[in-house]
């Protein structure tokens, strides 16, 4: 009988060991599964981050009339506004807001102060959406930002006003038409404008000052000119755009100010 017992108990073994080594086996095989998920999963999760970066630079260099280089940098707003709109979209500030009446007010930037004046009757629609959102204080809030700098030899431009304070956000509205545009894309200095897209209803919150005499492609409409600074453009130029930009690989001309500048006053009437 011993022997018969030993053969017993040898095969119970050997089917313990079976089954322990069945389970090591299944479970190394769902590790090695979950890893190579796991790195899939990851090497979608780069691609998926690296795309949308790149995606976001290419918008905010090349939304507008033209790529920005140093030669020719596009005044670009928020790369949300659609290029393709052709009318009004979300809710925007009527017309009336701007009672076709000449504005003056300040604007300070870095608690520089700028002497402003706009202008109601030559661009009602684009002034009355920068008077209400100025008196809704968004340019002293959420796009108190400016984000962007140009000092090319054709352009010199400082821009602001983006949701998310590096041109990108939406404001959750964009409006035409183009209004009071120079028919040669020549922009005095000084001049306050409102930025866009490729659209002439891509118009948003964003807006930009010129601080030298400036030329953009008028080739698509060119943009709206709501009003002009009347003084304290030196004191901004030689405590803000003259310290230069942000150097990137594609621009040392066009990109975020080296002075970090923001929007610390705003005032009309």
Not at 83 to 103: C, D, F, H, M, Q
Not at 171 to 177: N, R
Not at 194 to 218: C, E, K, N, V, W
Request: hydrophobic share 40%.
């Amino acid at each position: 009988m011993a022997p018969s017992k030993n053969a017993e108990r040898d095969a119970r073994e050997a089917c313990d060991r079976l089954r322990r080594y069945n389970a090591r086996q299944a479970v190394h095989t769902h590790q090695v599964k979950r890893r190579k998920r796991d790195n899939i999963v990851a090497i979608v999760g780069v691609v998926v981050v690296v795309a949308l970066a790149t995606l976001t630079q290419v918008l905010y260099f090349t939304a507008g009339p033209g790529v920005a280089t140093s030669a020719s940098p596009s005044a670009s707003p928020s790369p949300s506004a659609s290029p393709e709109a052709t009318k009004n979209t979300g809710t925007v500030p009527p017309s009336t807001i701007a009672e076709g009446r000449t504005w003056t007010g300040e604007l300070d930037l870095n608690a520089v102060p700028l002497a402003i004046e706009l202008d109601g009757k030559a661009a009602p629609q684009a002034t009355s959406v920068f008077i209400s959102l100025a008196q809704k204080n968004f340019y002293t809030t959420t796009g108190a930002t400016c984000h962007r700098l140009t000092n090319s030899p054709t352009a010199s431009l400082i821009q602001c006003g983006s949701v998310n304070g590096d041109g990108s956000g939406d404001a959750g509205f964009s409006f035409g038409p183009i209004e009071n545009a120079p028919a040669d894309g020549v922009y005095p200095a000084g001049t306050i404008a409102m930025a866009r897209g490729a659209g002439a209803f891509s118009q948003s919150t964003q807006f930009f000052i010129t601080y030298a005499p400036t030329t953009l492609d008028s080739s698509t409409g060119g943009y709206t000119v709501i009003g002009k600074v009347t003084g304290g453009l030196d004191a901004f130029v030689s405590t803000i755009a003259s310290k230069g930009v942000v150097a990137t690989a594609t621009s040392t001309t066009d990109g975020a100010p080296v002075v970090a500048t923001k929007i610390t006053k705003l005032t009309l009437k």
